[in-house]
């Protein structure tokens, strides 16, 4: 038989593996920690928490819009790349136009809320609202509108706009 000289295992030897074991691990979680914070806010929705306990609120805002039966037309009309109007028609359910609203905006990124912007809606005809829109960036954007009337909103309505 051949003797193999191996050396022993002593306490320095483990408390060395040990360590680095755990600097490893925390190595890792430090740079999954900063790539987390520094790629994203972590914030998805502002106030989440107040706007949860006024659900039953939002719910009741929305079945008396739906009540209300207005139908919105919202359209981009291009002018250029990234540019254009963006035009509400509120319509009734009678098919009378909704005429008297304060119509505000916002302009949402869906990946970035670098470039998120307020729109201010001026009335163009009877029931017909526009807004003049350049856009930094071609791709998805929301848009969130309010409708007020007397300071006090009357109508809410998101969509999805594609900017080429």
Do not use: C
């Amino acid at each position: 038989m051949i003797a193999s000289a191996r050396k022993p295992v002593t306490g320095r030897l483990v408390l060395f593996v040990l360590l680095s074991m755990f600097g490893v691990v925390i190595l890792v979680n430090g740079i999954f920690m900063y790539f987390a914070l520094s790629t994203h806010p972590g914030e998805i929705v502002g106030d989440a928490y107040n706007k949860g306990l006024r659900y039953n609120a939002t719910l009741a805002d929305a079945a008396r819009q739906q009540a209300r039966g207005w139908r919105p037309e919202l359209r981009f009309i291009p002018r250029g790349p990234r540019t254009g109007f963006i035009q509400l028609h509120m319509k009734r359910a009678d098919g009378s136009p909704v005429t008297g609203l304060e119509i505000q905006a916002m302009l949402r990124r869906p990946a970035d809320s670098a470039h998120d912007r307020m729109i201010k809606f001026f009335p163009s005809d009877p029931g017909t609202y526009r807004a003049e829109l350049t856009v930094p960036l071609s791709g998805n954007w929301d848009i969130n509108l309010t409708a007020l009337r007397h300071k006090k909103r009357v109508y809410r309505l998101e969509r999805r706009l594609w900017m080429d």
